[in-house]
């Protein structure tokens, strides 16, 4: 006899309610293992925790000198001789942070008070793999700067590299370079470009910074960390006719997984030099570098009392930003009023614009004598200064005909007029009630009335209207109040009927009943409020919890009749009217 698939299924159903398979929670055990027992400072360790017979995340311990990130949990359940246990892997990615041999674990777990400890494992950190140089190597970063002997305030140049010659994702800069005791400014965006390391293509990119060191001695700068992930391809075994090189992809068998990678360089150590004091200018401020000055007149003549531009451009390798002005000569006789200079940085440092307005004050040939900045060159290891050519500016006679005479007291001959009114532009301000009688016209002073008594009859007016509504309010919250013992017994009379008939609506009509009730009774809309609302409402009006509980259940009651499936026969209905008649009778009471 054939016994079809549903028999079957229905005998292997029977079979485990017979003989029910055994569920037992194993003891609580705990287990450590990683990836790989060594590493470099490059690659990133895979950390797994497994747990079983309890869901607890164990508590991490010797981990000190990694970089830990949490990297995803797992569950797995086995049913084995008819007992079931469950395990729990949680894993961590460590990324280490300095060469050595290190004990990490155990690693505990707490449960039912008493705590479980994992085995402890034993990882191994060095430099880098042996023999690997960068020409050999798959990816890495290096860091460098292209003076490592600057003056203080020299500017020099921060490069950080990342080579690479296989697919890499999600690269980022983790860690970036610590600048302590320079001044930095960031050179642009990144820039990507192929180079050829022994042989080997690398696709590079470069990020770039100014250093102005700040003070002179031993400057360390910390090393920069990177973290990607390498893609790499896996290929599955197949054999025969599949492994022509044409399969080479995914869909024939090939697949890709990516490994985390942790890329650092170097500290970079560099020596920062004092400026020497001989031979340093009185003008020097602090400029260091290579630079040059030019000048341009707007005009070769103006009129006295009008003004020409001078302008003055320094450009120059060096920290232009800190370079608070350029100062004229002192030039008699001419008023110098100051722009705001404008910097417009490069890559080698920049272009400083200075515009100065010359206003001379007498009639002749003005000579400005060559604007001069001192700085430092560090490749000549001197002082030297930055200087444009002369300007010559011919002053016109002033336009205005009239001599102006400044009056110097105590000066003989000087003269004294007295003060002329000869106009009146602005009207005194009145700020007393004499303001009414200072009006010429009758009309302004009946306005002037009005407009300050209208405040004063608007706020009576508005103080009124408010406290009228407010008692209307008042008198038809107490008015529901009191008519809402007679619209409840009106509408349970209508339950009554209801029931007899045999309403479906019946437990609908008899919670809105009390609802509207209750509202009534506390001037709100009722039918609105769910049974956790108006247990709320009335507990905060004083009414005792054995009260309300008993109204949280008549209302859970109309509810489950009326969403529910249980329909009631008559005699719980005739008891639920009793039971919402008794509630609101001790309701009116309390409320």
């Known amino acids: 006899m054939k016994l079809s698939a549903c028999t079957y299924a229905l005998l292997i159903v029977l079979m485990c309610g017979i003989a029910p398979a055994q569920v037992c929670a194993d003891e609580v055990a705990v287990t450590a293992t990683v990836d790989r027992a060594t590493a470099t400072l490059e690659d990133a360790v895979l950390l797994s925790v497994t747990v079983e017979g309890t869901k607890e995340q164990p508590s991490l311990s010797g981990l000190d000198d990694f970089r830990v990130t ?26 280490p942070e300095k060469t050595g041999t290190f004990t990490i674990g155990p690693f505990t777990v707490a449960h039912k008070k008493a705590t479980y400890a994992s ?7 060095s430099q880098q793999a042996a023999g690997s140089e960068h020409g050999g190597r798959e990816v890495f970063v290096t860091a460098a700067v292209d003076n490592d002997h600057p ?54 990119t470069e990020l770039r910074w100014a250093l102005y060191p700040a003070r002179s001695g031993v400057a360390v700068i910390g090393a920069s960390t990177l973290d990607c992930d390498l893609v790499i391809q896996q290929r599955r075994g197949r054999g025969g006719f599949f492994d022509d090189p044409f399969f080479d992809d995914s869909f024939f068998g090939f697949g890709t997984r990516t490994a985390p990678k942790s890329l650092r360089t170097e500290p970079v150590t560099v020596m920062v030099h004092q400026l020497p004091a001989a031979g340093r200018p009185p003008g020097f401020i602090r400029l260091v570098g290579e630079f040059e000055l030019s000048g341009v007149l707007s005009d070769a003549s103006v009129h006295a009392g009008d003004s020409a531009t001078l302008t003055l451009t320094l450009s120059g390798r060096g920290n232009l930003r800190s370079m608070p002005a350029i100062d004229l000569p002192v030039l008699p006789d001419v008023k110098v009023y100051d722009d705001k200079p404008v910097f417009v940085p490069d890559q ?50 002033a336009r205005q005909t009239e001599t102006l005479q400044a009056i110097v007291p105590g000066v003989a001959g000087a003269a004294k007029e007295d003060v002329r009114v000869l106009g009146q532009d602005i009207l005194p301000i009145y700020t007393g009630p004499d303001v009414l009688t200072a009006a010429h016209e009758e009309r302004l002073n009946f306005l002037h009335g009005i407009l300050l008594a209208a405040p004063v009859v608007l706020y009576v007016v508005c103080v009124f209207m408010y406290n009228t509504r407010a008692r209307r309010r008042a008198g038809s919250a107490r008015a529901r109040s009191r008519s809402a013992w007679p619209r409840f017994r009106k509408r349970l009379h209508g339950l009554r009927a209801a029931m007899q008939h045999g309403s479906d609506d019946f437990f609908g009509e008899a919670g ?16 609105a409020l769910t049974p956790s609302e108006i247990t709320s409402l009335i507990c905060d009006v004083g009414v005792d919890p054995h009260l309300t509980d008993r109204v949280r259940h008549v209302l859970d009651q109309c509810d489950a009749g009326c969403y529910g499936s ?7 209905r005739q008891e639920l009217i009793k039971e919402i008649s008794a509630v609101a009778h001790v309701l009116r009471r309390r409320i």
Do not use: C, W
Request: glycine share 8%; hydrophobic share 35%; proline share 5%.
């Open 348 to 397: 080698t440092g920049g272009t400083l614009t200075v515009k100065k307005a010359l206003v001379p004050m007498k009639q002749g040939s003005l000579t400005i004598p060559p604007v001069e900045v001192a700085y430092f060159n560090p490749k000549e290891e001197k002082y030297m200064s930055a200087r444009t050519a002369p300007f010559s500016l011919q002053v016109l006679p």
């Open 512 to 527: 809105r009943a009390l609802r509207d009730f209750v509202g009534d009774r506390l001037g709100v809309s009722g039918s």
């Open 151 to 204: 003056y203080v305030h020299e500017r020099i140049v921060y490069t950080f590299k990342f080579f690479r010659r296989v697919q890499v994702g999600n690269a980022r800069l983790t860690a970036a370079p610590d600048f302590e005791g320079f001044v930095s400014e960031s050179l642009g965006k990144e820039r990507e470009y192929r180079s050829v390391i022994n042989g080997q293509a690398y696709t590079v």
């Open 70 to 95: 949490p990297r995803g949990t797992s569950s797995q359940v086995r049913i084995v001789n008819g007992r079931m246990s469950s395990s729990y892997q949680f894993n961590y990615l460590l990324q």
């Open 566 to 572: 249980v329909a009631g026969d008559a005699a719980s």
């Open 119 to 125: 085995n402890t494992i034993t990882l191994t950190v």
